[in-house]
């Protein structure tokens, strides 16, 4: 088994990359023991795959990488993916995995031209989407804030008093939680809006909890809407400035939901995705009309 693991994983052609999906199944009481991810990569007609969880996050800079076994051979990932794989491993809800990284082989420009076309549908399709923010503490501690002041997504709580007679009060370290959450690479992706946006369900992953990604906007919005209307913010001055990025999620699934894809007009995609990256320039037209 050593010998044959030390060779790395080649890729099997698909036979039709317009028409099929690879799927990652992590084998979990092997990894259990051994803290290596090993895993078995499938492919699956378009229409019969099993039930999978699609992963959003960000390649990360070239770096040190660290090798996992697919299907007993060596693969080398960096380190965000290397994270992912271990986030699933503890938020499992399915057995398959979607993450391009891996499913599609980057190496083979054809099938990946067929298959960067399809992530729109492959998004819709999963059961639900995994939102993984690099190696980030700030979401858990998110998370944390918000189950503990369940009445700050609403209006019920003054939160004038707070601001302006409590600096150090922990409405000014959710506001840090917040910032810090918000301004990570994850959120300057232009393909965020594809794999958010057309979700069923987009779930951050906090170390070994959870919480939804709708949550976090409606607490956002709910909170900075009472601080601007109000003219109430903390003492401490805290640059806030990626409001406009979730108001735009908000507001391209607000029109999905509505009116599917046809209720999108182009100019207006383009227009307001403007300031989000994308490392390749035909990601513009792929990321936004997929």
Known sequence: MAEARSAPFEYERLEDAAAQVRLLRLLRSES????????????WPIGQEPRYAAISYTWGVPGIETAIYI?????????????VLQQAHVNATTD??????????????????????MMGDIYRKAVRTNVNIEHASSPQQLSQTLSIWPRWVSYELQLSSA?????????????????????????????????????????VLCGDSSINFDAIKEFESNLYRY????????????????????ET?????????????????????????SNFKCSDPRDRIFGVLS
Not at 33 to 39: A, D, N, S, V
Not at 227 to 246: A, F, G, K
């Open 32 to 43: 259990m023991e051994t803290e290596e991810i090993h895993c078995e990569l499938t492919a």
């Open 163 to 203: 601001f302006t007679n409590h600096p150090a009060s922990q409405l000014t370290c959710l506001w840090k939680a917040i910032d810090a959450l918000f301004r990570r690479p994850y959120f300057d992706r232009l393909w965020i809006i594809q794999e958010v946006v057309l979700s069923r369900t987009a779930v």
């Open 227 to 246: 601080c601007q209307d109000n003219q109430v913010w903390p003492r401490e001055h805290i640059e806030y400035n990626r409001h406009e990025t979730l």
């Open 71 to 83: 299907n007993h051979k060596a693969f080398a990932v960096r380190s965000n993916c290397l994270y």
């Open 96 to 117: 398959y995995l979607w993450i391009d990284a891996i499913c599609i082989n980057q190496t083979d420009a054809v099938e990946k031209s067929a298959q960067v076309a």
């Open 249 to 273: 999620i908000s507001d391209f699934a607000r029109k999905y939901k509505d009116a599917g894809p046809t209720g999108f007009d182009l100019d207006e995609l383009t227009d307001r995705t």
